[in-house]
């Protein structure tokens, strides 16, 4: 069946009750696996210090962690969420920015506290596991992999491996396809909006956590199932 039909025909019709019956987990990566912020925030500000414009505070630069690199540099560029900069400098700064994540893309990068913990818990009760992220996979893999997190995985989907990406339901209805389940037998962890949007657009599940990066903004104010404190505390709301 291709996603779209999956789209349409599978959606969760019923009151959710917990535990929730569910065959699969898919987790974000930034902000929900990993804390990718401080080393997210120094690439930010060595390439604006290159470019010779001002560096930024960590926080300002968190909160435009969630729609992926491009937009992450534009938000810097602009030091605003929305605006765009000049082509030109944008075409400049990217690449600026790529080497120099890539030169420390794990110095402070950690998983959160119980993230370990709730994958082996999630793997030893049986669910398929699959990351889902807005991140480039150029990114993704090697800090996956650096983070000893990627075996826990059976697909990595970032965000250039589709033509879409979070708040697009395309990811998480592949993810469904690969795993030959219903939108309502999967449940995203994440912490974003743009989880929060993929999820409901595939009619998912959709736990949040409260210590990730929601682009500034209060967590509480998500549409999801649960706030859960960590991937351990999700483990005790769901069941096979
Ligand atoms: O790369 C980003 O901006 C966010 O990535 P995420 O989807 O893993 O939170
Ligand atoms: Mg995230």
Redesign the pocket.
Known sequence: MNPDNLQRTNRCTTEIQFPLQIKAVVI???????D?AMD?ASAANKMLAELGKSELPVATIQS??????Q??VKRSLTNSLDEEPDPELFNKALPIYQRNYHENLYTHTRPFPGVIEGLNTLKKDGFKLA??????EA??LPLLRATNLLHYFEIVLS?DTLPK??PDPLPLLHACHHFQIKPCELLLI???L??TMAARAAGCHIFCVPY??NEGRDVHELNCDAIVSSLLEATKLIKK
């Open positions: 974000d990566l930034d902000g929900t696996l990993l990718t997210l435009f962690i969630g729609k992926g690199i937009r992450l990351c889902i992220t807005n991140k480039a990114f993704t965000g990406k979070k994440g912490d974003s743009n989880d990730g990066y």
